[in-house]
C-alpha cells in the first residue's frame, strides 16, 4: 500500500472518529428523551460502530508498520548491494552534522 493510499485511509478514519464523535454528543443529547430499551439499543449500536472503528485503525496500524518494514528492507538492500555508497553517504552526513554543531 502506497503513502497516498494510508493517507487516504487516515483520513477516513478521522472522518469516521469526528462522526462518531458527533453521534456519541447526539445520542446523549436524545439520551434524555429515550426509554430504558431504547437506550440499550442505542449502546450496543454505538459499542457496534465502536469496535468497526478499532479493527479498521488496527487494520491501518498493520499497514503503515508492513509499509515503514518494507522501506527499512528496501534501504537495507540498498546498503547491501553498494556498501561503499552507503559508508561514503554516511561519513559526509556525519561531517555535516559536525560542522553544524561545531558552529554553536
Known sequence: ???????KEL??????????QADTIKLKD???QLTGD?????RLKL???????LSRLQDAAGEIKQ????????AEKRVEENPLVA???ATG????IGILIARK
Open 87 to 89: 559508508l561514503l553517504a
Open 93 to 96: 552526513i556525519g561531517f555535516a
Open 30 to 32: 436524545d439520551g434524555k
Open 1 to 7: 500500500m502506497n503513502e497516498n493510499a494510508i493517507q
Open 11 to 20: 483520513e477516513a478514519l478521522r472522518n469516521d472518529l469526528k462522526q462518531l
Open 67 to 74: 509499509h515503514g518494514h518494507d522501506v527499512i528492507n528496501k
Open 47 to 53: 459499542e457496534e460502530e465502536t469496535q468497526k472503528l
Open 38 to 42: 431504547m437506550v440499550k439499543a442505542a
